[in-house]
């Protein structure tokens, strides 16, 4: 059996520096009669390295943003700190349960696409992932015995919403991870804008997840590299997305958390329908939209749903997409066409048939 336990070959913000925090000189530019300063930080949250380049004319607050992505982990999404509200949820054995105004907001969102991707995104479905432990300590091949018994406690119609309070199905529970991160930008996004000093702001968080805000102060477009599905090293890019103004980016890959095992390759993202590692023909999906949860639960569907379905999907919620495949083709929505600039000769653009 050949490992490749949580191996990131994902996104890296081409604007990100590395390293302990610096100052960049601004660029000549000012507002509010004090020049603009930039600060950069890697730091560790959501179990994940964080990048984060912050355009002010105050402090520099990146520690700050890092916390807010810790707090949403602690006290919202964990499903194994005690004190985080899933984790309450999943406690309650079925019982109805009231939740924040906060949460319930983002459970009714995920909810939406979960019904609008017909299950292909479902946040039920953590005892399968955990069965599985694709990229943990105990990755394996589960038996089908075992992975029937964990579907028959998913799926996303075993919960209901009524204002702030939620029911499920006894042995169901909530697994919030698909969307977290895109979560996370949404809170950081709600904090920067409270900041009058912040002008524009760009955060990376593993690579999976990007946030920018604001435009930076030469007016360029942020840009954001998109490595190879099959690259041999980190370094080899397919091509790089513009990201302007505010705006969110999340991918889903085979690539990220995988093993191999007689020839085949055992990926993360998981398929609720069959119990096993999606198989729509596709390698990895880009996302960009208007809001983190969206785009980090939309890449996860689309990856499960493949080129056609996928893209459908993201017409409803004016989503851009691209989609890479197993054979070196990539295939463009309209407005991810420009945006997109290929750099690897060996794949192909193509158009999405519908």
């Not at 406690?153 to 204002?163: C, H, I, N, Q, R």
């Not at 360029?220 to 599905?229: E, I, K, L, Q």
């Amino acid at each position: 059996m050949k490992f490749h336990a949580l191996k990131k070959k994902a996104f890296l913000a081409a604007a990100v520096f590395t390293g302990t925090t610096m100052v960049i000189p601004s660029m000549c530019l000012a507002a509010s009669d004090k020049d603009i300063q930039t600060y950069t930080d890697t730091d560790f949250a959501m179990d994940t390295v964080v990048s984060e380049t912050l355009y002010t004319t105050g402090d520099d607050i990146n520690s700050k943003l890092t916390s807010v992505l810790t707090d949403v982990e602690t006290n919202l999404l964990s499903w194994t700190n005690e004190d985080s509200q899933i984790c309450k949820v999943n406690a309650s054995d079925g019982k109805d349960m009231e939740i924040s105004g906060e949460l319930s907001g983002y459970l009714e969102r995920i909810l939406k696409i979960a019904r609008d991707s017909d299950g292909a995104f479902d946040p039920t479905i953590g005892k399968l992932i955990r069965l599985w432990d694709i990229g943990g300590e105990d990755q394996r091949i589960p038996g089908e015995d075992e992975i029937r018994k964990v579907l028959k406690d998913s799926g996303y119609e075993k919960v209901s919403l009524a204002g702030n309070n939620i029911s499920m199905d006894e042995g169901c529970s909530l697994d919030l991870g698909a969307a977290g991160k895109g979560i996370g930008c949404d809170s950081v996004l709600e904090y920067v804008e409270t900041q009058k000093d912040v002008t524009a702001a760009l955060m990376n968080l593993g690579g999976s997840s990007v946030m920018t805000y604001g435009s930076k102060p030469d007016g360029s477009s942020w840009n954001v590299a998109v490595t190879d599905p099959r690259a041999e090293n980190d370094e080899e890019y397919l091509g790089v997305v513009a990201l302007n103004g505010t705006e969110f980016l999340s991918t889903s890959g085979d690539y990220e958390k995988y093993f191999i095992e007689d020839g085949v390759r055992y990926h993360h993202i998981m398929d609720p329908s069959t119990g096993y590692p999606a198989k729509s023909g596709v390698t990895g999906v880009t996302v960009v939209c208007d809001t983190g949860l969206e785009a980090d639960a939309l890449s996860t569907a689309c990856f499960v749903l493949g080129v056609e379905k996928g893209s459908e999907l993201l017409k409803k919620y004016n989503a851009d997409g691209l989609f890479v495949d197993e054979d070196h083709h990539v295939y463009l929505t309209d407005g991810m066409k420009e945006r997109f600039s290929l750099l690897q000769d060996s794949y192909s653009v193509e158009d999405i048939t519908q």
